[in-house]
């Protein structure tokens, strides 16, 4: 039920007092209310549950994590074959 | 899809396995707290990819699962009403009450309508003042903002054709109520990653002081889980209770306090009982006396509520982390998802449900 994907923003507007924003998911459009992350720009990455964004995806971290994920993806690879050869 | 395909990578979760059989000592029971991540650790099989020291268990989030018997029955009573378009999010629209579901009303003809957001529901109130429009607002932290929002939004533009079912619940509460059990047996919790965006990560220090846990709140994706995991052996191994955050690039410490402004001003905590496992002070959240006129069990008296759960479910032991699936003497006989007993098996996230889907194969 928690189920909340990351979509990129690609234009805000305003309905009935809210603020909205047309997400693309990799193709698939539909509007969120950004009512909750109101720094969200076209560009964002936003995290949408149930027709809000409730954060914007910090892509700094994204991309930290996936780093910090390879070197160590890296690593336990390198001693697989160190012990391999062994 | 950009954000989530890369956290599927299965180089990258081969790497995080590696390691936490190189850093496990063991055994360990952790629970993954939400139904989202139960359905993806079935569904990539990671639970059978782990060293046998660590022992995975099913934790209470899951909200349709946990919506207590009685909520269901009157949402019912109301949904059948001929004044009324009953909408409700599509998971809520099997789940069985005590004699009937949503889908049994509406193919009696009861108006019931699925809604992928609250503000649709709004939005019929809106083009049809002369029907009432009933949201059944169930869900955790995650939820509540959008569903709280909705009355808000009503409000502000005076229809008074709008009202919602609540029964929310809150997830520390049922984290406590699952550590002080005597029969617990969790040592470590996956916190379920976006109830944290809204709540931050912050709230949970005080748990894992009291219990002496670690607490990780986590993503959704298998890489995720993976690096969860990992994270809570560390912290068990090195006898460190305490907050450790995985899922950096969507939760903060603070979770997004501008939701839960809204979530105040609409609803407030109150105790609830939750399905299977019982009355827990303080888990849920209701409407508030001043938005009364928006809460539809006081718009829509329904009395002689009797509910029946079956007998043969132990579907409370299970959402407690105490019990699997396959112990129960029903699953995948009386009980399937085409023909389910409790609510684990009908949501999609229910523990009972996900292992009977998943063929158990492994993503490596
Ligand atoms: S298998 Fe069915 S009857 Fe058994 S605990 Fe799960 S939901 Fe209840």
């Known amino acids: ?11 805000t507007f305003e309905e009935n007092g809210l603020v909205m924003g047309l997400i693309d998911y990799a193709g698939v459009q539909n509007q969120a209310c950004l009512t909750y992350t109101p720094e969200a720009e076209v560009g964002s990455y936003v995290i949408v549950h149930a027709g809000f964004a ?3 995806l910090n ?12 070197r160590l993806a890296d690593i336990m690879e390198e ?3 160190e012990k391999d050869a062994k | 899809m950009k954000y989530l395909d890369e956290f599927r990578d299965p180089q990258l979760a081969k790497g995080l396995l590696e390691e936490i059989k190189r850093a496990v000592t063991g055994p360990w029971v952790i629970m993954e707290i939400c139904g989202g991540q139960t359905h993806s650790i079935m569904r990539y099989g990671i639970d059978q990819l782990l060293p046998p020291e660590i022992t995975l268990v ?10 207590p018997l009685e909520t269901i029955d009157r949402a019912l009573a109301i949904a059948a009403r001929p004044d009324v378009i009953f909408t409700s999010f599509g998971d809520m629209l099997r789940v069985p009450g005590s004699s009937d579901d949503l889908f049994r009303v509406k193919s009696r003809g009861g108006d019931v309508r699925m809604v992928y957001s609250p503000l649709e529901a709004v ?3 809106r083009e049809n003042p002369d029907r009432e429009v009933v949201f059944l607002a169930v869900g955790f932290e995650t939820t509540a903002p959008g569903n709280a929002m909705a009355i808000k939004q009503a409000a502000a533009e005076g229809l008074t054709n709008f009202s919602e079912i609540v029964s929310h619940v809150l997830v520390p509460p049922a984290m406590e109520a699952i550590l002080s059990s005597p029969a617990c047996r969790v040592q470590g919790f996956l916190a379920a990653g976006h109830v944290c965006t809204i709540m931050g990560w912050d709230e949970y220090e005080p748990i894992a002081a009291k219990y002496r846990v670690p607490i990780v709140p986590t993503g959704f994706e298998p890489v995720d889980i993976l690096e969860g995991i990992l994270k809570t052996v560390q912290l068990l191994e090195n006898g460190q209770p305490g907050v450790e955050n995985q899922y950096l690039r969507v939760v903060s410490a603070e979770g997004n306090p501008a939701a839960r402004a809204v979530v105040d001003e609409i609803y407030t905590v109150c105790d609830r009982k939750w399905r299977g496992i019982g009355m827990i002070p303080g888990s849920g959240l209701m409407i508030r006396d001043e938005m009364a006129a928006f809460d ?4 829509f008296k329904v009395e002689g509520i009797v509910t029946e759960e079956p007998e043969i479910c132990i579907s409370g032991e299970i959402l407690q982390g105490l019990k699997k699936p396959h112990e129960c003497p029903a ?3 009386e009980c399937t998802p085409t023909s389910p007993l409790g609510a684990t098996m009908v949501s999609s996230e229910g523990a009972c449900a996900a292992y009977h889907k998943y063929s158990r194969k492994g993503l490596l």
């Open chain 1, 1 to 11: 039920m928690c189920l909340a994907i990351p979509g990129r923003v690609l234009k």
């Open chain 1, 54 to 56: 409730l954060q914007i």
């Open chain 1, 59 to 70: 892509e700094d971290e994204a991309q930290a994590s996936l780093r910090e994920l390879s």
């Open chain 1, 79 to 81: 001693d697989r074959k």
């Open chain 2, 58 to 67: 099913h934790g209470p989030g899951c909200p349709v699962c946990v919506t």
């Open chain 2, 123 to 125: 939005k019929m109130a």
């Open chain 2, 296 to 299: 539809a069990e006081k718009k």
């Open chain 2, 331 to 333: 699953f995948g006989k």
